[in-house]
C-alpha cells in the first residue's frame, strides 16, 4: 500500500505562481512513475505531468508545457510541481499520482483556484 498526502493548492491570480508537493509513504519501491492530474467538475481526469523514478524522464501535458516544471527528490520520497504564470483554465482539483505495473494510488486531491 502507498500513501500519497498532497499539499501546497490554493488561491492566486492570473499570472501567479503556486508549488505543489506529494510525499509518497509505505510499500515504495522498484521501477515507478509518480505524477499530477488534474480534474474539474464534469470533466476526465487529466494528466499534467509525470515523471520516473528510473532516470527521471518526464512528461507534460501539453497545456502546461514551459509553464509547469515536475522534479523529485528521492531522498524524500517526494515530487513538486512548479506552476508558473497560471491562468484560470488552470483551476481544478490536482491529485498525485503513484504508478508502478498495475498497481495505481491516488492522493485526496488539492484545489487551486486561479481567479482575476
Known amino acids: 500500500q502507498v500513501r500519497l498526502v498532497e499539499s501546497g493548492g490554493g488561491l492566486v491570480q492570473p499570472g501567479g505562481s503556486l508549488r505543489l508537493s506529494c510525499a509518497a509513504s509505505?510499500?515504495?519501491?522498484?521501477?515507478?512513475?509518480m505524477g499530477w492530474y488534474r480534474q474539474t467538475p464534469g470533466t476526465q481526469r487529466e494528466l499534467v505531468a509525470s515523471?520516473?523514478?528510473?532516470?527521471?524522464?518526464?512528461k507534460y501535458g501539453d497545456s502546461v508545457k514551459g509553464r509547469f516544471t515536475i522534479s523529485r527528490d528521492s531522498a524524500k520520497n517526494t515530487i513538486y510541481l512548479q506552476m508558473n504564470n497560471l491562468r484560470t483554465e488552470d483551476t481544478a482539483t490536482y491529485y498525485c499520482?503513484?504508478?508502478?505495473?498495475?498497481?495505481?494510488?491516488w492522493g485526496k486531491g488539492t484545489l487551486v483556484t486561479v481567479f482575476s
Open positions: 499520482n503513484y504508478g508502478r505495473g498495475r498497481e495505481e494510488y
Open positions: 509505505g510499500s515504495i519501491g522498484g521501477i515507478y512513475a
Open positions: 515523471i520516473t523514478n528510473a532516470g527521471g524522464g518526464t
